[in-house]
């Protein structure tokens, strides 16, 4: 026994860190971190922060500069701009939150299938090379043009066309990780196969996820504002970034804030985001770890 | 000889004077490498032997200067080539002697050549960046070079790209390139140890024949007691960053004065078949017959390329026995073995297990029969699930077959006990353990389906020598204790040699002889079988007894063919 210390530290790993540490890994980091916290804060307390109420019309105070009554002042239909902002930011991060977790659990759950049985593989991948074949936008505008703006409309049109991308993400994981020897002895000591989907394979795929998460949201925020700037998203009398901006263009001169406000605030949450996902994968991909410390 | 232990340079090639690398940035961080010194002289073969961890490779990268920067670091001592002072050297005077003065051959030449460009130009290359040589030189050069190398067919593997050559033909490249500018020192990195035996028999007399042609200084690192005693000229033992021992081969061999030294000449299994045991006719537990493993590279135009992993093999295997399947490396003695585990499906035969035939049987009904065998593999880092406590790894068996998991957790303490592990360890992941204990682990997880055949793919392949001895011990207790009956599959000789009752003999996917351990290894009727004794390193040396093989005892006769 006294001779097998000898090798007993060789490629032992770091754990028992806390899985979020690396959000105050770097002053950049922690500041994406603050700032995206900062974001959805304002989201969650639009209410209590809000001097208006962001769908009240006020004609007489059309498109006024920022006072003390509005400190950003109002748009063209005399609404509150600061308000609507607010506002608007609950909408963004619940489309951009709803995409991520609703495309990774439905990807999770066809990745593994597909990963696993070579029958359902041939099939669901080319359905998915279909679906990665339609452009983004278009297939939202044509969701939303069938069965009308709304929330849910908006989400689904978000969320098909990056479920492929999930799904080719948990697909190569799961087919590196049947190969492990673990695997083969699961299968060997009789574990039934939704078992080892569960505890030996799906696992795996959490630390990937997580960083792709990131950027499902981010892009999610990014087609809905787009999506609402050319009028082919949720209602415009909602208060959302993309349909403030789109209201704000054609006032672009006499008052551009209409516009740079909701915009400030879209690429600095996604910003962040990404950010935070290139951090999320730096510290769970354990290949960016060593070439960080290698030379 | 011996000049190589004074140290006044002169004709030391190589002159390392208590050498220290430290981890990170701080000089006083933890010492890798602790004090060491070491001398290789002209046409002197050191070999610097040791577990895995214990610095030999660092030892080597630091000569180098490649080193990972801002993580080992050297921190004191002298390393001299030819008298030059290399610490004190810059990056591009070390650039400069690494091909002209020093080179350095790997374990895995695949992974330190360019698989995109064809082997002349890597050769060629080498010639262009450090000499003035014209086009018509260099080719020159290159092609006497590949003669010494023996090389057959010098064009065709000049043009080929080194996934096209085998690995035999790749390390003779890599040797190539390193003794192309006649260094003053080789750097070998355990260069034999991904090999076959009877290629690495080759390669180490390829190095050894160019050694005494140019006068090369090697320093030879491997773990490998028998290629030590093939190779070297003076040994030099490390454990845990320091030199244990050092002096001649002989002395080294016959008379170790370090306890660990002893330790880890005493743990190396011996080619003589231990004794056979006394058996009375137990019944066959597991009887293969005619078992085939066929790949079709199905191509959609043309005829399909088909590949006989294994053909029409036939074993026995009787409870209490050990049947050792050996053969190197493309022999199919794995695909026996996972066709026999049903991992893979085989493509005929039959495999009857405790009397019923499981070779084609439904996923469904395979499942009961699953308990009845049980399988090690070969990596111990790979093997467990890393993400599952050592407690639910071995529980998960029985847990499959009904077992409430309280009393499966209860079954896994006293398992753990039987493999000597802490029963505290079910609660622990499985990356706190070593590689060792991590194989005991997996055995304990094995035996918790109180199987009847256990099956080792290459079990110990993976593990130092002494944890090794530890491992087939613990193993041959088991099988006294529990009669459980094993299947072992190895490419080590020397382990089939201690741990097998009888032993199948495998070449490209087919048996080529088969028969009780003591006849095979001492008497082998098949010329394969006698190349395989033949290249084992070390033969003619009892590491264990610290003397050479008594006359006689490994005799092998004129072949009766």
């Given at each position: 026994?006294a001779?097998e210390?000898?090798?007993a530290?060789?490629?032992v790993?770091?754990?028992?860190?806390?899985?979020f540490?690396?959000?105050?890994?770097?002053?950049i980091?922690?500041?994406?971190?603050?700032?995206l916290l900062?974001?959805?804060?304002?989201?969650?307390?639009?209410?209590l922060?809000?001097p208006?109420?962001?769908?009240?019309?006020v004609?007489?105070?059309?498109?006024?500069?920022?006072?003390?009554?509005?400190?950003?002042?109002?748009?063209a239909?005399?609404?509150?701009l600061?308000?609507?902002t607010?506002y608007?930011?609950?909408?963004?991060l619940?489309?951009?939150?709803g995409?991520a977790?609703?495309?990774?659990?439905?990807g999770?759950?066809i990745?593994?299938?597909?990963?696993?049985?070579?029958?359902?593989?041939a099939?669901?991948?080319?359905?998915?090379d279909g679906?990665?074949a339609?452009?983004?936008?278009?297939?939202a505008?044509?969701?939303?043009?069938?069965?009308g703006?709304?929330?849910?409309?908006?989400?689904?049109?978000?969320?098909?066309?990056?479920?492929?991308?999930?799904?080719?993400?948990?697909?190569?994981?799961?087919?590196?990780?049947?190969?492990?020897?673990?695997?083969?002895?699961?299968i060997?000591m009789?574990?039934s196969l939704?078992k080892i989907?569960?505890r030996?394979l799906?696992p795996n795929?959490?630390a990937?996820?997580?960083?792709q998460?990131t950027?499902?949201?981010?892009?999610a925020i990014?087609?809905?504002?787009?999506?609402?700037?050319?009028?082919a998203g949720?209602?415009?009398e909602?208060?959302?970034?993309?349909n403030?901006?789109?209201?704000g263009r054609?006032?672009?001169?006499?008052?551009?804030s209409?516009i740079?406000?909701?915009?400030?605030?879209?690429?600095?949450?996604i910003?962040?985001i990404?950010?935070i996902?290139?951090?999320?994968?730096?510290?769970?991909?354990?290949?960016m770890?060593?070439?960080?410390?290698?030379? | 000889?011996?000049?190589?232990?004074?140290a006044?340079?002169?004709?030391?090639?190589?002159?390392?004077?208590?050498?220290v690398v430290?981890?990170?940035q701080?000089?006083?961080?933890?010492?890798?490498?602790d004090?060491i010194?070491?001398?290789?002289?002209e046409g002197?073969t050191?070999?610097l032997?040791?577990?895995?961890?214990?610095?030999?490779?660092?030892?080597?990268?630091?000569?180098?200067?490649?080193?990972?920067?801002?993580?080992?670091?050297?921190?004191?001592?002298?390393?001299?080539?030819?008298?030059?002072?290399?610490?004190?050297?810059?990056d591009r005077?070390?650039r400069?002697?690494?091909?002209?003065r020093?080179?350095m051959?790997?374990?895995e030449?695949?992974?330190?050549l360019?698989?995109?460009?064809p082997?002349?130009?890597q050769?060629?290359?080498?010639?262009?960046?450090?000499?003035?040589?014209s086009?018509?030189?260099?080719?020159?050069?290159?092609?006497?070079?590949?003669e010494?190398v023996?090389?057959?067919?010098?064009?065709?593997i000049?043009a080929?790209?080194?996934h096209?050559?085998?690995?035999?033909?790749?390390?003779?490249?890599?040797?190539?390139?390193?003794?192309?500018l006649?260094?003053k020192?080789?750097?070998a990195?355990?260069?034999?140890?991904?090999?076959?035996v009877?290629?690495?028999q080759?390669?180490l007399a390829?190095?050894?024949d160019?050694q005494?042609e140019?006068?090369t200084a090697?320093?030879?690192?491997t773990?490998?007691?028998?290629?030590?005693?093939?190779?070297?000229d003076r040994?030099?033992?490390?454990?845990?960053?320091r030199?244990?021992?050092?002096?001649?081969?002989?002395?080294?061999?016959?008379?170790p004065q370090?306890?660990y030294t002893?330790?880890?000449?005493s743990?190396?299994?011996?080619l003589?078949?231990?004794?056979?045991?006394?058996h009375?006719?137990?019944?066959?537990?597991?009887?293969?017959?005619?078992l085939?493993?066929?790949?079709?590279?199905r191509?959609?135009f043309?005829?399909?390329?088909?590949?006989a992993?294994?053909?029409?093999?036939s074993l026995?295997l009787?409870?209490?026995?050990?049947?050792?399947i050996?053969?190197?490396?493309?022999?199919?003695?794995?695909?026996?073995?996972?066709c026999?585990?049903?991992l893979?499906?085989?493509s005929?035969?039959?495999?009857?297990?405790?009397?019923?035939?499981?070779?084609?049987?439904?996923?469904?009904?395979?499942?009961?029969?699953r308990?009845?065998?049980?399988m090690?593999f070969?990596?111990?880092?790979?093997?467990?699930?890393?993400?599952?406590?050592?407690?639910e790894?071995?529980?998960?068996?029985?847990?499959?077959?009904?077992?409430?998991?309280?009393?499966?957790?209860?079954q896994?303490?006293?398992l753990?006990?039987?493999v000597?592990?802490?029963t505290?360890s079910?609660?622990?992941?499985?990356h706190?353990?070593s590689?060792?204990?991590?194989q005991r682990?997996?055995?304990?997880?094995a035996?918790?389906?109180?199987?009847?055949?256990?099956?080792?793919?290459?079990?110990v392949?993976?593990?130092?020598?002494?944890?090794?001895?530890q491992?087939?011990?613990?193993?041959?207790?088991?099988?006294?204790?529990?009669?459980?009956a094993?299947?072992?599959i190895?490419?080590?000789?020397?382990?089939a040699?201690?741990?097998?009752?009888?032993?199948?003999?495998?070449q490209n996917?087919?048996?080529?002889?088969?028969?009780?351990?003591a006849?095979?290894l001492?008497?082998?009727r098949?010329?394969?079988t006698?190349?395989?004794?033949e290249?084992?390193p070390?033969?003619?040396?009892?590491?264990?007894?610290?003397?050479?093989?008594?006359q006689?005892a490994?005799?092998?006769?004129?072949?009766?063919?």
């Open positions: 026994m001779l210390s000898i090798s530290t060789d490629t790993p770091m754990r028992g860190k806390s899985v540490g690396f959000l105050i890994s770097s002053p980091i922690a500041g994406a971190s603050l700032c900062l974001v959805i804060a304002s989201a969650i307390l639009a209410p922060l809000s208006h109420n962001p769908m009240e019309m004609p007489a105070l059309r498109l006024k500069p920022p006072s003390a009554d509005y400190p950003l002042g109002t748009d239909f005399g609404r509150d600061l308000s609507r607010l608007g930011g609950r909408i963004s619940l489309i951009g939150l995409a977790i609703i495309s990774i659990v439905i999770l759950a990745g593994l299938v597909s990963g696993f049985f070579r029958w359902a593989d099939i669901i991948m080319r359905v998915m679906l990665m339609i452009p983004a936008i278009l297939l505008i044509a969701v939303v043009a069938l069965s703006a709304s929330l849910q409309t908006v989400l689904i049109a978000i969320i098909i066309p990056e479920i492929p991308r999930v799904v080719r993400l948990v697909r190569s994981v799961v087919l590196t990780a049947r190969e492990e020897p673990y695997v083969e002895a699961a060997a009789g574990t939704p989907l569960w030996h799906m795929t959490f990937p996820l997580i960083v998460g950027y499902v949201c981010a892009s990014l087609t809905e504002a787009i999506l609402s700037f050319l009028g949720i209602s415009p909602t208060p959302t970034w993309g403030i901006m789109a209201e054609s006032v672009f001169v006499i008052k551009p209409l740079f406000v909701p915009g400030f605030l879209l690429s600095i949450a910003l962040s990404n950010l996902g290139d951090a999320a994968r730096d510290a769970l991909d354990p290949r770890k060593q070439r960080e410390g290698g030379r | 000889m011996s000049n190589g232990l004074t006044d340079g002169a004709a030391n090639v190589l002159a390392i004077d208590n050498l430290t981890l990170g701080r000089d006083d961080g933890p010492r890798i490498i004090d010194s070491l001398h290789v002289g002197e050191l070999c032997v040791g577990e895995s961890g214990s610095g030999k490779s660092v030892t080597s990268l630091s000569v180098m200067g490649l080193l990972p920067k801002r993580v080992l670091r050297p921190t004191a001592g002298s390393i001299r080539l030819v008298g030059e002072e290399l610490r004190a050297a810059s005077r070390l400069e002697l690494r091909a002209t020093m080179a051959i790997f374990q030449p695949m992974t330190a360019n698989p995109v460009v082997v002349a130009r050769i060629d290359e080498v010639l262009r960046a450090h000499t003035k040589y086009a018509e030189e260099r080719r020159r050069r290159i092609h006497a070079m590949m010494q023996r090389l057959p067919d010098v064009p065709r000049l080929s790209y080194p096209q050559l085998s690995g035999g033909q790749r390390q003779r490249i890599m040797i190539a390139m390193a003794l192309i006649d260094p020192l080789l750097i990195d355990e260069p034999t140890t991904a090999l076959d009877t290629t690495q080759q390669i390829l190095i050894r160019l005494r140019h006068g090697v320093l030879f690192i773990h490998d007691m028998g290629v030590v005693a093939e190779i070297a040994v030099a033992v490390m454990r845990n960053g030199i244990v021992e050092t002096g001649a081969l002989k002395s080294i061999l016959r008379s370090e306890d002893r330790k880890l000449l743990a190396v299994p011996s003589i078949p231990r004794p056979a045991r006394a009375e006719a137990s019944p066959a537990v597991l009887d293969v017959e005619g085939s493993k066929v790949y079709r590279d191509a959609m043309g005829r399909a390329r088909v590949v992993a294994a053909e029409a093999v026995q009787r409870k209490g026995h050990t049947l050792g050996v053969g190197e490396s493309g022999s199919g003695k794995s695909t026996v073995a996972r026999i585990m049903r893979i499906e085989p005929a035969g039959q495999i009857r297990l405790g009397g019923s035939d499981i070779s084609f049987l439904s996923r469904r009904r395979l499942r009961p029969h308990k009845r065998i049980q090690i070969q990596d111990p880092y790979r093997s467990l699930n890393p993400r599952m406590t050592v407690g790894t071995i529980a998960e068996g029985p847990v499959n077959f009904g077992m409430p998991r309280a009393d499966a957790l209860k896994a303490k006293d753990l006990r039987l000597d592990l802490p505290d079910v609660a622990r992941y499985p706190q353990f590689g060792g204990q991590r682990i997996a055995i304990a997880r035996l918790a389906m109180n199987p009847d055949v256990l099956v080792a793919d290459e079990a392949s993976a593990l130092d020598v002494s944890v090794q001895s491992v087939l011990d613990l193993l041959d207790e088991i099988q006294k204790r529990l009669g459980i094993l299947l072992f190895t490419h080590d000789l020397r382990v040699a201690q741990i097998c009752d009888e032993v199948i003999v495998m996917g087919k048996v080529v002889e088969q028969g009780p351990a006849t095979i001492t008497q082998p098949m010329p394969y006698r190349a395989l004794l290249a084992a070390g033969r003619d040396w009892d590491f264990a007894n610290f003397c050479p093989v008594a006689g490994l005799r092998l006769e004129p072949s009766q063919i």
